[in-house]
């Protein structure tokens, strides 16, 4: 602390009253100084700057430590957490204290929401030799009275008795169309689907629409020993409070709704385990099964597909109860644009013990903040504010995640410059992302700095070019994960990152510390990756003073996709609505980038070179809202991205354009002028979000000619 300004008169240059024209002349000096002060070259300011932000981000790589990250896991995964639970508060709150404990700011945000868990289930079958049995529907092994056993949430609850058993693959569209080839009717039947892509509420609903009257539903795989647990809803956040936040007190509808209903599966449905399915499936008789449903599956098969001779007697009684789930954040607050925020997120709560889904991940943020925090203590703090969001109840659709941003809509889409996910941190070896195209170049420098954790020799970087040949970086169209609201529907661009794309303890009681221990990352070196990865890309975003977006990126991605586009629209249907306006988005982009380029080179430092980088900003953070629609997808209102966001159509090949590939699929079912106006109208729709990107981007409202 510097010492206090004495009282006392002290002797200056100026002993004398100065005369007026010397005033005028100190005057006029200050306002020079002043001038040049403002608006003539400030390099050496502006080189502080950018050696300050490489000198911490190199401190914030050189802080990693491997025991750290395990400490966290393990104490993370003590106990199932399952959302909604004594034991899921109990870990809310030691993420909380670690955030406090580190010197950040830190808040618990609350809703209440409807969430589902068993009660009481039962399957036994009866074959065809007059045999009976009771089917185990725990996990081998045991996995102790703590853990939930196994089920989907929000399936209804039902007593089927003596319904034959049917095996229907994947249980896709093709799948049932395969089965009436060959005379095969699953009306009142039970459908044993194998675990696919698509989802268990999708399955599940197309069973019923089938005529089946339950669905048992097993994951094969290597070593797969559990039974994987999961949800069945339809949709994204709490079914009570559909676009708004479920806060205390706040609009809630009735659960009896027609809307509510809608979003729940008509039949009852259950996970069991490979073992049970496989003892169901050979002991069926009828047609012979398809020879492309063997080539598909992993697993031993069953030769013939059914029905029965075998009945099943099946028996699931669940609790629907409204529950308080607990999102915690940690706030950096930002030194020159604190309301320009750098969301980092992971969810927190887990089926099980939840060490590869979700704690690997939450593990990792846990020391990014300790990272952080160490980083704030040598005089850091970043130009942006940074978020750090650890999500509750993501295993029941998203829940804690979506709840916050439906609450927070308006101030997201002003103020949030991209949302940074992880989810599963590490599921096994080698590195994946998946962004939004403006973030591309900035994840791959990021990985050019990140040491590769399976070769000590290379980066995360030389090791993906040497997998892949090509860098991969995945799109979002999914519902994976929390970044789908944050996309989806606030249109905040997204990162997600993981490493190891699958693992045979998903969602199973097997989840736990010693897994990962063992098999997932024993020397934890793939979670240190994943931090620096993590940890740079939001350093970036929140330190750099022009941020790190490349819109030439997301126009070449668009112009990709509109070429796989021609090959499947036919007829009358026109693409150059979508033509023309990436053209405009096109030269927005190399505009943008002209502009950034100068901006970076520009030394001075002055208020009217800070405005001009804010405007510039802001129209790069803000250009990706331009892809929503208020209408939405149809069918699926809540999803505003037209680019981005999960298929009406289980079967479509087309990962992008969601609401095209949806007309295509449906206009197979209209007159062929119907469906190609239908088609043509979703071209148009996408045609005016990408406009609205680009003057975004441009930031004008009138055109100049």
């Not at 199973?508 to 940890?535: C, E, I, K």
């Amino acid at each position: 602390m510097s010492q206090p300004h004495s009282s006392k008169p002290t002797s200056t240059i100026f002993s004398s009253v100065p005369s007026p024209q010397w005033t005028l002349l100190f005057l006029l000096f200050l306002c020079t100084v002043g001038f040049y002060t403002l608006h003539l070259p400030n390099s050496a300011a502006a080189f502080s700057n950018v050696r300050d932000a490489l000198r911490f981000r190199n401190i914030y790589l050189s802080f990693a430590t491997n025991s750290t990250v395990s400490a966290y896991l393990r104490a993370l995964t003590l106990h199932p957490h399952l959302a909604g639970t004594h034991p899921a508060l109990q870990t809310a709150r030691f993420v909380h204290s670690h955030f406090a404990d580190l010197g950040l700011r830190t808040h618990t945000v609350d809703y209440r929401a409807l969430l589902s868990y068993p009660l009481h289930a039962s399957l036994s079958a009866h074959f065809s030799d007059g045999s009976s049995r009771e089917l185990p529907l725990v996990e081998p092994g045991g996995a102790g009275a703590e853990v939930v056993r196994p089920y989907h949430a929000y399936s209804p609850s039902g007593v089927v008795t003596g319904a034959q058993a049917v095996y229907v693959n994947l249980g896709r569209e093709e799948d049932y169309r395969a089965l009436r080839r060959v005379g095969v009717d699953v009306k009142g039947c039970v459908a044993v689907v194998r675990r696919g892509e698509e989802s268990r509420g999708g399955v599940v609903g197309r069973a019923a629409e089938e005529g089946a009257v339950a669905v048992l539903m097993y994951t094969e795989g290597e070593s797969m020993s559990g039974v994987e647990r999961g949800t069945v809803m339809k949709g994204l956040g709490d079914p009570l409070t559909p676009g708004w936040g479920g806060v205390e007190g706040g609009e809630a509808l009735d659960l009896e709704d027609s809307q509510i209903l809608n979003r729940f599966p008509k039949i009852p449905s259950m996970p069991i385990s490979p073992e049970v399915a496989y003892s169901i499936l050979r002991s069926l008789e009828g047609p012979q099964m398809p020879h492309h449903w063997r080539d598909d599956a992993l697993g031993p098969q069953p030769g013939r597909v059914g029905p029965g001779p075998t009945l099943l007697n099946f028996t699931y009684q669940a609790e629907k109860k409204i529950a308080t789930i607990h999102n915690v954040f940690a706030i950096i607050r930002g030194s020159e644009e604190p309301d320009r925020y750098v969301l980092l997120g992971n969810h927190r709560d887990a089926w099980t013990y939840g060490a590869v889904d979700p704690n690997s991940g939450t593990a990792v943020l846990l020391d990014i903040a300790r990272r952080y925090a160490l980083m704030m203590r040598q005089g850091w703090q970043p130009r942006r504010t940074i978020v750090l969001c650890s999500w509750d109840a993501e295993e029941f659709g998203m829940i804690g995640s979506t709840e916050w941003v439906e609450q927070n809509l308006l101030n997201l889409g002003s103020k949030v410059v991209a949302y940074l996910n992880v989810d599963c941190a590490v599921q096994g070896p080698g590195f994946f992302a998946g962004a939004t195209p403006q973030l591309d170049n900035l994840l791959i420098e990021v990985a050019k700095k990140v040491q590769d954790p399976d070769s000590e020799s290379m980066t995360i970087y030389d090791n993906w070019m040497i997998t892949n040949k090509v860098i991969n970086i995945q799109r979002l169209s999914g519902v994976d994960s929390d970044f789908a609201p944050l996309l989806q529907h606030a249109g905040v661009p997204s990162v997600d990152l993981y490493y190891g794309r699958d693992f045979p303890v998903y969602h199973t009681a097997f989840d736990s510390y010693n897994w990962m221990t063992n098999h997932g990352d024993p020397l934890f070196q793939r979670h240190v990756a994943v931090a620096g990865v993590w940890g740079l890309l939001a350093l970036h975003l929140a330190d750099d003073p022009i941020l790190p977006f490349n819109y030439v990126s997301y126009t070449e991605q668009l112009w990709n996709y509109t070429n796989l586009l021609r090959n499947l629209v036919k007829g009358n249907v026109s693409l150059h609505p979508i033509t023309a306006s990436i053209q405009e988005l096109a030269s927005a982009a190399e505009e943008a980038e002209g502009e950034a380029k100068k901006l970076r080179e520009e030394e001075r430092n002055s208020e009217f070179l800070v405005l001009k980088k804010r405007a510039l900003n802001d129209r790069l953070m803000l250009a990706e809202r331009g892809f929503l629609d208020a209408d939405g997808l149809q069918g699926r209102q809540w999803f505003k991205h037209l680019v981005y966001g999960p298929r009406g159509d289980s079967e479509s090949k087309l990962i992008f354009f969601p609401g095209i590939a949806d007309a295509i699929s449906a206009s197979t079912r209209m007159k062929r002028k119907e469906g190609e106006a239908a088609i043509q109208h979703e071209i148009w729709r996408v045609a005016r979000a990408i406009e609205r990107a680009s003057s975004a981007l441009r930031g004008g409202i009138f055109t100049e000619k």
